[in-house]
C-alpha cells in the first residue's frame, strides 16, 4: 500500500482484509473504509461525474461524499450509488465504479464534457421538443439510457428487513464529543438514553483528530465513554443506526445497518432495521459538514475537504498524496498542516484568504516548509486524471504554478440542522457564525454542538453536557444540569471568486457549476427554490450537502441581496438516502396487507373455488368444475342450480353488529330510515342508513332476537363505517340512551342456504325444537336455536337471491363442521357451492340494489326505496334527503335494462342518451350501475339510473360507452325482471 | 442447538362475553362481591381460577372464561342479571401466549407501545394495531408473560406475522 | 403524529379516525332546510387552535375531542366527548 503511513490510524495492522474494485484486488485492514483502503492503494480515480463525465476522486470521508459513489456487490444484493466513504471493509467485498463506458479510464461519454457549453443548466427545458414524435421514439430512450448514476439489482431481494418501535426518555443523534458528553449525563441520571451514530464506531469527529481531552487522545476518550455507556442498563448504543427523519410529537425514524458490513446476513438477522423512536426529549448532536471552496478546477481528483483529509490521516493512516496545498478562509487550514508536520506529508503552500497570519502560524509555515500566501486564492488545477499541479495568486494578483498531488479546501463549515427543520422550521443565516442555524426547534429537540452553530471540542463537550443533563431534568430524572459555553471558535467566511477560467463546481454530484447558477440568474430564476430546480444544484443523492450554502451564497451575490434575504430551501427527510425495502419492512409480496379470511376458508379452497379480494378480505368469486373453461359457465351453472334445487353461499364477510339494552330500539329507529320499534321479536326488516347530508349511508337487514336485544348486517365494505358511525351517534348524539353494541362479525360465520330446496336441507340439520314449515317460520322470520347436535345457531329466513331462502349463522370455530355437514345433508337436494359473482347475477335478476347502485351518490328516492322512508319519526338524513334538487323528476333513478336486441352484451359504465339525442353530456340522462348475464332470463341484463326513470318503462335509449367505443340499444323495465310478485320468495 | 429466550403457543378457545352496564348501574362494584374475578379500571386486567376480565375502554369489559359460553353466560346472568347488557362473542378471537426474557424485544418488532416494566407491568392490558392487525394484548406476569388477541378472520395473517418477526 | 387518549394514553395517530370540527350543535328535528345545510357543510378553517373530532378506532374506540394546532400540530387538550360541552 503506497499512501498508508507507517504508524498510527485506528485500524488493526494484524489482519488482511482482500477485495475488488473494479475487478482488481487491493487488501485493506479492519477499521478500513473502501475509500481509505484504495486510497491507501494509491487509486485517485473513483468516479465520473454525473452530466459531463468528467474524472472524480473522493472530495471526503464521510456520507456527504458527492463523488464516489460506487455499486457495491453483485448480482440480487447489487447496491447502486453507495459513497465509498461509508462502506465498511470486509474480506471479499465487491464493488464497481458507475456512470462510465466502458472503464473509469477511459470513459466514452468523457465527451459530453466538449458539449458543455451546451449542456448547461436548463438544458433539459430547452431541447428535445422537435419533432413531436421524435420525444418516445429517440429522445426519451436515449436520456434513459444516458440518465442516472448506478444500476439497482434486476432480482428478487434474498434479505429481509425489520421494523421495530423503540421508547426513550432521550434520544440523543450523533455520536461525537457533544453526543458522547449529552449521552453520557442523561445516562447517569437513571434516564432510558438511545445514542445513535451512523458511523461503525462512535467518536465522530474525535476519531479524526488527536485532541487531547484532558490528558487522553480525543480517540480514547470518545472509547471510554463508550465503554462507560455500555455499562448503563437503561442506555441503548446503536452504531451504524441513521436517524433519517424527525416527524411530530417526539416520533423519529431511524436506520440500522444490521449487515450491510458482512457479505450477507448471518443467523436468520436482518440486513437492515427501520426503528421508530419515540422519545421524550432529543439531542441533535449531528456537527457540521465542511464546505469545499469554489475555484476554477475544484473538481479535479486530488482536490479535497481539509478535515476529510485529515480524517484519513489520523483515523485510517492514509495519505491521500505526496505533496500538499492548503486552500483556506479560517483556521481549519491551519489544523491540516499541523497534522502533516507530525505526520511528515510535504505542504507545498498554505494559501489562506484573510490578509493578516499570526507569527506561531508562520513559524508553523515555516516549519513544514510550506509558502504561505496571505490574502491568496486558487487560479486553477491542472491534471488528466489526477491533480499534478495548482496555480496559486497571491494577494497582489501574481500567479504562481506549484507542483502538488493534493489540493485540501478548508471553506467553513455548515451545522447539519436537518433534523430540526423536517417539521418545518426555517433555517436562519446567523452572520457571526457563517452559517443556517435551526432558531426554532420544535419542543422538546435542542441542538448541541456542531449542528447548534458551537464549533470546537470545549464547546462541543459543555453543550453536549448541558443538553444531555437538561434533558434528562426535563423528564424528571434528578440530574444538575452544568453550565453552558456560549461563544464559539471563530468562523470561516463564505468567499468566492471573482472570476475562473475553469468550470468551477457547486454541486459536485449533479455537475452543476458557477457558470450554471450566473445562468440561473440571467434568465431570472433567481430565488433559491427557483435556483434548486432549474439547474438542479442540491437534488442529488447527497441532497446539496457540501453544495446548498455555496449556491444560495453565489446567487446572493449575484443578485446583490444578503444571504439572510436569500434564504435556503426546505430540508426534508430523508436525511441521506434508504431504501424503500427497508422501509416496508415484512409488508411485502403477498404479507404486504393482512387478509381477511372467512372462517370455511379451508372448505372453499378444498371446493376449488376462485377467490377475489374485497378490500382485506378474500371471498369465493364461483367455483369451477373440470370441463368448465370459463367463469361465464361455473356461474351459469351455480345460477341454474339455485334456482331449480338448492346453493351454499359462504356470506360470513358481512358486517355483523349485536345491539343490547332497553333503548335499543330507539336507537335504531333513530339511524335507520324506516320503523325499527315496531319490528316484532322474531322478525328481520331490511334497513336502509342515511348519512347527515341525506345520502344512502348503507343498508342491511334488522333482526329482532328479544325485545332489547338485535342483530344487523351492513354490507362488507361499509362494516367499519357504519361502525363508527353507530358509536358516534351513541358517544356523541345520544348518550342518554341504554343501549351496548358490539361487532359479531368475526363470532358468526354465516352461511346462505338458497332454492327450492332449501328448506329441506335445514330441516334436515336443524335440531328439533326449531319449526321452519312455511307458517311456521315465514319470509323474514329470524330464530335463535340448535343444529348440527346441539351446535347454537341462528337462522333468518332472509333472500338477496329472491328464492326461497335462508342464513344460517354458526360459531365460527365450529364453521369448517358446519358447511361440511350442510353439503352432505343436500347432496341428496343437489346442493350446490355458488360464489359471489353468482349472487351478483340473481339479485341483479331481481332489482336489488348493493353496491354499485349504492355508492354514496344515491338518495333512497334514487333508489326507488321511498316507500320505505318513515312518516311519523325522525331519522339521520331525513331533513337534507328532501332537499330539492334531490327530488327532481330529472335526477337519475333507478330502473331495470335489457338489450333489444337479446344477444347483444351489455357492459357496465355506459351512459344513456336518447335514441336521436347526440353523444354530448348535455344529453347525458344517466348511466349503467350493474350488468350480468342472465342464464334465467337467457340475454344480459342491468340496472342503471335514467333521469325520470319510473315514468320511462318500455321505452328505448341508447347505453353510450365512448371509452370503449361501443354502443348498444336497451329498453328500460322496471328493476325486478324476475318473479316479480316474489312467488318464490314466499314458497 | 440454540436456547430460545422465549416461547410462544397458540392460546385454547376460551368463551368470550362483552359486558357494559345498564344505565347508572355500578357493575364494577356490584363485581367485587358477585364475581371470582371483579371488573377492573380502564387499562387493566385480573385473573383468578379460569376467569380473567378485562378493561381497554370505560364502562365495557371483556369476560374471558376456560370454559363453555352457556357456562360463562350463566355466571354473569347471574352475577349481573339485568344491570348489565351483555353480549357473547365467543370464538370471535384468536389468542397467542408469549414468555420469556427474549419476549420484550420480540414484541418490539410487532407492537408499538412501551413494554418497558417503567411503562407496563403485570395487569395492564391495551388494545392497538399492530402491523396493520387490531390486537389486543395484556401483560400476564413478570417473566414477563404477553397474551395477544387477534379477531378470528385475521389468524392466518396473525400467525404469518408471528413467524416473520421470529416469535414462532 | 401522537395523540394522547384519555384512556390509552399517547398512541400514534394511524389508530384513529378524524372527524373534522368538534363541537358543532346538532340541529333540533324541526330547524330549517338551511340550518342543517350549514351544520353538515360549512365548516372555519382556522390557521391555529382547532377543536375536533377524532375517533380511537384502534384503542378504547372512544370519540375524543383534540384541540391541536393546525399550524404546528401541538395538541393541547383531548378529552373525551362525553366530558367536553360543546
Not at chain 3, 33 to 52: C, F, I, M, T
Request: hydrophobic share 40%; net charge neutral.
Amino acid at each position: 500500500m503506497t499512501n498508508r503511513l507507517s504508524q498510527g490510524g485506528l485500524i488493526d495492522r494484524s489482519v488482511t482484509i482482500p477485495f475488488r474494485f473494479d475487478g482488481v484486488t487491493y487488501t485493506g485492514y479492519p477499521g478500513d473504509t473502501l475509500a481509505s483502503a484504495l486510497l491507501a492503494s494509491g487509486v485517485r480515480l473513483f468516479g465520473r461525474s454525473f452530466k459531463y463525465h468528467r474524472p472524480r476522486g473522493l472530495l471526503s470521508a464521510g456520507s456527504e461524499e458527492p463523488n464516489a459513489l460506487v455499486e457495491l456487490r453483485e448480482g440480487a444484493r447489487r447496491e447502486p450509488n453507495v459513497p465509498a466513504t461509508m462502506v465498511e471493509l470486509y474480506p471479499d467485498l465487491v464493488a464497481a465504479s458507475q456512470n462510465r463506458y466502458p472503464s473509469l479510464r477511459f470513459d466514452l461519454l468523457a465527451a459530453n464534457g466538449l458539449l458543455a457549453p451546451i449542456f448547461g443548466a436548463g438544458f433539459y427545458y430547452k431541447t428535445f421538443m422537435w419533432p413531436a414524435s421524435f420525444w418516445e421514439r429517440l429522445y426519451e430512450p436515449l436520456i434513459r439510457r444516458a440518465a442516472g448514476l448506478g444500476r439497482s439489482a434486476t432480482e428478487p431481494d434474498p434479505d429481509h428487513y425489520e421494523r421495530a418501535t423503540l421508547f426513550c426518555d432521550v434520544l440523543v443523534i450523533g455520536g461525537g464529543a457533544a453526543g458522547l458528553a449529552a449521552a453520557r449525563e442523561a445516562g447517569r441520571s437513571g434516564a432510558r438514553v438511545v445514542l445513535c451514530d451512523e458511523g461503525s464506531r462512535l467518536g465522530g469527529w474525535l476519531l479524526s483528530e488527536p485532541g487531547p481531552i484532558g490528558d487522553r487522545p480525543a480517540a480514547i476518550w470518545a472509547e471510554q465513554t463508550v465503554a462507560e455507556l455500555q455499562t448503563m442498563d437503561e442506555v441503548r448504543v446503536m452504531p451504524r443506526t441513521t436517524v433519517l427523519a424527525t416527524f411530530d410529537h417526539g416520533t423519529y425514524v431511524a436506520v440500522e445497518r444490521v449487515a450491510d458490513h458482512k457479505l450477507m446476513p448471518e443467523g436468520g438477522e436482518p440486513r437492515q432495521r427501520v426503528w421508530h423512536i419515540i422519545a421524550r426529549r432529543s439531542i441533535v448532536a449531528c456537527g457540521a459538514t465542511e464546505r469545499p471552496l469554489v475555484f476554477g478546477g475544484n473538481d479535479r481528483p486530488g482536490v479535497m475537504l481539509s478535515g476529510s483529509v485529515r480524517t484519513y490521516l489520523n483515523r485510517y493512516a492514509v495519505t491521500p498524496g505526496r505533496r500538499a496545498v492548503i486552500a483556506t478562509t479560517g483556521d481549519d487550514g491551519w489544523d491540516l498542516l499541523a497534522d502533516c508536520v507530525r505526520l511528515g506529508v510535504d505542504v507545498a503552500a498554505i494559501v489562506d484568504r484573510r490578509g493578516t497570519i499570526a507569527a506561531d502560524r508562520l513559524d508553523l509555515a515555516r516549519r513544514a516548509g510550506a509558502q504561505v500566501f496571505a490574502g491568496g486564492h486558487i487560479g486553477a488545477t491542472a491534471g488528466a486524471r489526477r491533480l499534478s499541479a495548482v496555480e496559486v495568486l497571491d494577494s497582489g494578483g501574481k500567479r504562481q504554478r506549484l507542483t502538488a498531488d493534493l489540493l485540501a479546501m478548508a471553506g467553513g463549515w455548515t451545522p447539519a440542522i436537518g433534523l430540526a427543520c423536517h417539521l418545518g422550521a426555517k433555517p436562519v443565516w446567523n452572520e457571526e457564525s457563517s452559517a443556517f442555524l435551526a432558531a426554532e426547534a420544535p419542543p422538546g429537540l435542542r441542538l448541541v454542538g456542531g449542528a447548534a452553530g458551537l464549533i470546537g471540542l470545549v464547546q462541543a463537550l459543555e453543550s453536549g453536557a448541558h443538553g444531555g443533563a437538561e434533558a434528562a431534568s426535563a423528564c424528571g430524572f434528578a440530574v444538575a444540569v452544568p453550565a453552558m459555553a456560549t461563544h464559539s471558535e471563530a468562523a470561516a467566511p463564505l468567499w468566492f471568486m471573482p472570476a475562473n477560467r475553469q468550470k468551477a463546481f457547486v454541486d459536485f454530484q449533479h455537475d452543476v457549476a458557477v457558470s450554471d447558477v450566473a445562468l440561473a440568474h440571467r434568465e431570472g430564476y433567481r430565488s433559491v427554490e427557483h435556483l434548486k430546480r432549474y439547474t438542479t444544484l442540491g437534488m442529488a443523492t447527497d441532497q446539496g450537502r457540501t453544495a446548498n450554502v455555496n449556491g444560495l451564497a453565489l446567487m446572493a451575490q449575484m443578485t446583490g441581496r444578503d444571504i439572510a434575504a436569500t434564504g435556503t430551501t426546505r430540508l426534508r427527510p430523508p436525511h441521506t438516502p434508504v431504501a424503500i425495502g427497508a422501509l416496508a419492512g415484512m409488508h411485502r409480496g403477498r404479507d404486504y396487507r393482512p387478509t381477511r379470511l372467512t372462517p370455511a376458508q379451508g372448505w372453499a379452497r378444498e371446493q376449488g373455488a376462485v377467490f377475489i379480494e374485497t378490500g382485506p378480505w378474500l371471498r369465493a368469486q364461483y367455483f369451477p368444475r373440470t370441463g368448465e373453461d370459463d367463469w361465464l359457465q361455473s356461474v351459469t351453472r351455480e345460477v341454474h342450480a339455485v334456482r331449480s334445487a338448492v346453493g351454499l353461499c359462504d356470506v360470513s364477510t358481512l358486517g355483523k353488529i349485536e345491539l343490547v339494552g332497553s333503548d335499543a330500539a330507539t336507537f335504531l329507529d333513530r339511524v335507520y330510515v324506516n320503523t325499527i320499534a315496531t319490528l316484532p321479536v322474531g322478525r328481520a326488516r331490511y334497513g336502509l342508513m342515511l348519512r347527515e347530508d341525506g345520502f344512502t349511508l348503507d343498508d342491511g337487514t334488522i333482526a329482532r332476537l328479544q325485545p332489547d336485544r338485535f342483530v344487523i348486517t351492513t354490507t362488507t365494505g361499509e362494516a367499519h363505517a357504519v361502525m363508527s358511525h353507530l358509536e358516534y351517534c351513541h358517544q356523541v348524539l345520544w348518550p342518554e340512551l341504554d343501549v351496548h353494541f358490539v361487532s359479531i362479525s368475526d363470532r358468526w360465520a354465516q352461511f346462505a342456504v338458497a332454492g327450492p330446496r332449501s328448506r329441506a336441507v335445514l330441516q334436515a340439520v336443524l335440531d328439533p325444537g326449531l319449526d321452519i314449515s312455511g307458517d311456521a317460520f315465514p319470509f323474514m322470520a329470524a330464530a335463535e336455536g340448535r343444529a348440527f347436535g346441539g351446535l347454537r345457531i341462528r337462522l333468518f329466513r332472509i333472500s338477496f337471491s329472491g328464492e326461497l331462502a335462508y342464513e344460517l349463522a354458526v360459531p365460527a370455530p365450529q364453521a369448517e363442521t358446519a358447511v361440511r355437514a350442510l353439503m352432505q345433508a343436500g347432496a341428496g337436494e343437489g346442493i350446490t357451492p355458488y360464489g359471489l359473482e353468482a349472487m351478483s347475477v340473481m339479485r341483479i335478476e331481481k332489482g336489488y340494489a348493493a353496491g354499485g347502485e349504492i355508492n354514496g351518490q344515491t338518495t333512497p328516492r334514487d333508489l326507488g326505496l321511498e316507500k320505505m322512508l318513515a312518516k311519523r319519526k325522525d331519522y339521520i338524513g331525513r331533513v337534507l334527503m328532501r332537499r330539492r334538487a334531490l327530488q327532481e323528476a330529472s335526477r337519475p333513478t333507478l330502473v331495470g335494462l335489457r338489450p333489444t336486441d337479446r344477444s347483444a352484451r351489455l357492459h357496465g359504465g355506459a351512459h344513456f342518451l336518447a335514441l336521436q339525442a347526440p353523444a354530448t353530456a348535455a344529453h347525458d340522462e344517466g348511466w349503467v350501475s350493474s350488468v350480468a348475464f342472465s342464464p334465467t332470463l337467457g340475454h344480459w341484463i342491468g340496472l342503471g339510473f335514467l333521469a325520470n326513470g319510473a315514468a320511462r318503462h318500455g321505452e328505448r335509449v341508447r347505453a353510450y360507452d365512448p371509452l370503449r367505443n361501443r354502443e348498444t340499444e336497451v329498453e328500460i323495465m322496471p328493476p325486478c325482471q324476475f318473479d316479480p310478485e316474489g312467488v318464490r320468495l314466499h314458497g | 442447538m440454540v436456547e430460545r429466550d422465549l416461547e410462544a403457543v397458540v392460546l385454547p378457545e376460551l368463551a368470550m362475553f362483552a359486558v357494559a352496564p345498564r344505565r347508572g348501574e355500578a357493575l364494577r362494584q356490584r363485581s367485587q362481591r358477585a364475581l371470582p374475578t371483579p371488573l377492573p379500571e380502564c387499562g387493566r386486567t385480573l385473573f383468578t381460577d379460569g376467569l380473567r376480565t378485562v378493561c381497554v375502554r370505560p364502562d365495557q369489559w371483556l369476560v374471558l372464561g376456560e370454559g363453555t359460553a352457556e357456562w360463562l353466560g350463566a355466571l354473569l346472568a347471574e352475577a349481573f342479571g339485568d344491570a348489565a347488557n351483555m353480549v357473547d362473542v365467543s370464538g370471535a378471537y384468536v389468542g397467542m401466549r408469549v414468555r420469556g426474557a427474549g419476549s420484550r424485544a420480540a414484541l418490539g418488532k410487532f407492537l408499538p407501545l412501551d413494554l418497558h416494566p417503567r411503562a407496563m407491568q403485570a395487569g395492564h392490558a391495551a388494545a392497538t394495531l399492530a402491523a396493520h392487525l387490531p390486537v389486543l394484548l395484556w401483560q400476564a406476569d413478570d417473566m414477563p408473560t404477553y397474551e395477544l388477541l387477534c379477531t378470528r378472520s385475521y389468524a392466518a395473517s396473525f400467525r404469518r406475522t408471528m413467524e416473520l418477526i421470529g416469535v414462532f | 403524529m401522537r395523540i394522547p387518549c384519555p384512556h390509552c394514553g399517547e398512541r400514534g395517530n394511524d389508530e384513529f379516525l378524524y372527524r373534522g370540527a368538534a363541537g358543532l350543535p346538532r340541529p333540533p328535528a324541526d330547524a330549517t332546510e338551511a340550518q342543517w345545510h350549514d351544520y353538515v357543510y360549512l365548516r372555519d378553517n382556522p390557521y391555529g387552535s382547532h377543536r375536533e373530532l377524532w375517533q380511537h378506532v384502534h384503542g378504547c374506540r372512544r370519540w375524543l375531542v383534540v384541540t391541536r394546532d393546525t399550524r404546528t400540530h401541538v395538541i393541547a387538550a383531548v378529552t373525551d366527548v362525553s366530558m367536553a360541552l360543546s
